[in-house]
């Protein structure tokens, strides 16, 4: 099977640790994106590891 054109891998980065400059480190998450269907930033509400709590994290 042929991949599709329409999907791309994005990168989701934690939106409350990037605020917070004194950890290095931050929250990713990789996932796939429909771009025809949703052409605005993507956010999801996912467990932060380094905070150990749920955050929106955001389209980079």
């Known amino acids: ?15 409350e640790q990037k605020k917070n400059k004194l950890i290095k480190n931050i929250s990713r998450y990789y996932t796939t994106k429909n771009i025809k269907n949703n ?3 993507l ?3 996912k467990y932060n590891y ?6 929106i994290h955001e389209e980079k």
């Open 43 to 45: 956010r999801l509400k």
């Open 39 to 41: 052409k605005n930033k």
């Open 1 to 15: 099977m042929s991949k599709s054109k329409y999907r791309k891998i994005i990168i989701l980065e934690c939106t």
């Open 50 to 55: 380094i905070l150990r709590k749920k955050t």
